[in-house]
């Protein structure tokens, strides 16, 4: 499908809401119904770089033997890079998935690119060369998404089948591209497709209770109130999911040798696009809050991160040193069709109506608190994942890697910069202040 039907057509307050309208699908949410399928012809060239990359790059700020041993080859590769042939992005078209494929490629390129540079190569500017900075600002444009590693890269669109006669489900799936190619990395991207095909069963939720006829009339009363009960077990199975992360996910891998890759621009070293026209792009990285699914419950719900409504109990001194702008700069990460979605949902959130009807009132509160209580879990996860790790020492195995001070306290920081501890806490009292009196 082309970017002009997906985007043509979309559902008005008047019709029936569905997630069809905005690339959302009934039995897979947010992925794509069918993984993405390599780039075909002269853009081979790209899938081919990326393969190697995996075999050859390292950390740039890793000192251990194995990476010091890949360091020629690796400087091979990013020379390569730069010697590439300009490809005419008109070529690729207008399919959606041929578009996403390429964001997905060039966006891995990218971060295989600046972050196994050595720091002694680092000096001010990062300049992203003109074969791969081109394309991909053309990319990104052409489908409306930063021109930067995402949540929807990483997780949404970087796995194939194990079997592809069976249907998506978390057994039947593996994930291509793993930065540091530890089972730690693997093992997150598959923790977040747990909570992605969980959160499937709460879009059916959400779309089954604003598209209800009549809802202040019994029978719907009386639906609404099961599906909201339905929705308190889902978002406690979410709960469950991410509170086991560290049966999988080793804490200390993660922080050190997976999650420096997702980085994006930072002040002490910000990305410069050869060849391109000087713009403001976000440029943050990827991050897990840019889910659409978890946005798409708070959308729900009607939780208010932006502190626009006058709600209690009042925002907290650290609340509002948080960035109260950071889940609507997430949004901006996700795919457009994906924002649309949120947006629409926003519109039809169920609070109102629970304020409106007072049987709907205890069961919306039970949900809201639901997510309050996966929060605070949330907060634990944090603090174990990345406040912890930052007082940590780096591996072994990566020698006495190469981190400037400016590198170090960044790490300990979500997306945008701010304290994570801070951000999260914010997210958890925005939720609490839901909650109807």
């Known amino acids: 499908m ?73 400087e091979q590769w990013r020379q ?61 444009q052409k489908i409306k998404l930063p021109p930067v590693l995402t949540f929807a890269d990483i997780v949404l669109w970087n796995w194939d089948y194990v079997n592809p006669e069976l249907p998506l489900t978390l057994d039947n799936m593996h994930y291509i591209n793993v930065f540091s190619g530890t089972d730690t990395e693997k093992n997150f991207y598959l923790l977040s497709a747990a909570a992605e095909l969980k959160g499937v069963e709460m879009l059916r939720i959400f779309e089954r209770v604003v598209n209800v006829p009549c809802p202040t009339q019994p029978t719907a009363i009386a639906a609404i109130r099961r599906d909201l009960e339905l929705l308190v077990k889902v978002i406690d199975e979410l709960a469950t999911i991410v509170k086991d992360a560290s049966r999988t996910v080793d804490p200390h ?31 943050g990285g990827a991050s897990a809050g840019q889910s659409s699914v978890m946005h798409a419950l708070d ?22 040193r948080a960035d109260t702008s950071f889940m609507e700069k997430m949004r901006r990460y996700m795919p457009a069709e994906h924002r649309a979605y949120l947006t629409q949902l926003q519109k039809r959130h169920v609070r109102d109506l629970a304020m409106r ?10 949900a809201v608190d639901a997510l309050k209580k996966f929060r605070d879990m949330h907060i634990r996860i944090g603090t174990l994942f990345i406040i912890s790790q930052a007082k940590s020492s780096p591996p072994a195995s990566m020698g006495v890697p190469d981190i400037s001070p400016e590198a170090k306290e960044g790490q300990s920081k979500g997306t945008g910069g701010n304290p994570v501890s801070t951000l999260l806490k914010a997210g958890r009292d925005a939720t609490m202040r839901t909650m109807l009196k």
Not at 30 to 57: D, N
Not at 272 to 281: D, H, I, L, T
Not at 299 to 320: G, T, Y
Request: proline fraction near 9%; include cysteine.
């Open 2 to 74: 082309d970017l002009t039907t997906y985007r043509a057509g979309r559902s008005t307050m008047t019709e029936a809401f569905s997630g069809r309208m905005y690339d959302v699908d009934p039995d897979t949410g947010f992925f794509p119904s069918q993984p993405l399928r390599p780039l075909a012809g002269e853009f081979e060239l790209w899938e081919k770089a990326l393969v190697e990359a995996r075999s050859v790059l390292k950390l740039g700020v890793d000192r251990g033997d194995e990476a010091m041993s890949k360091c020629v080859l690796g």
């Open 80 to 140: 390569r890079l730069r010697d590439w042939p300009l490809l005419d992005t008109k070529k690729l078209g207008d399919k959606i998935r041929v578009l996403r494929r390429a964001h997905y490629v060039l966006t891995c390129i990218q971060h295989f690119y600046i972050h196994s540079l050595p720091s002694s190569d680092i000096k001010g500017n990062v300049i992203i060369p003109k074969p791969l900075a081109v394309p991909l600002v053309e990319v990104s």
């Open 253 to 283: 891998t993660f922080y050190w040798l997976a999650r420096p890759w997702w980085n994006g621009s930072s002040p002490a070293a910000p990305w410069v696009f050869e060849g391109v026209p000087p713009s403001s792009f976000d440029l």
């Open 299 to 320: 959308a729900f719900l009607d939780v208010d991160h932006a502190l626009r409504q006058s709600r209690q109990p009042a925002p907290s001194a650290e609340n509002r």
């Open 357 to 366: 009807v007072p049987e709907l009132r205890g069961h919306y509160n039970a």
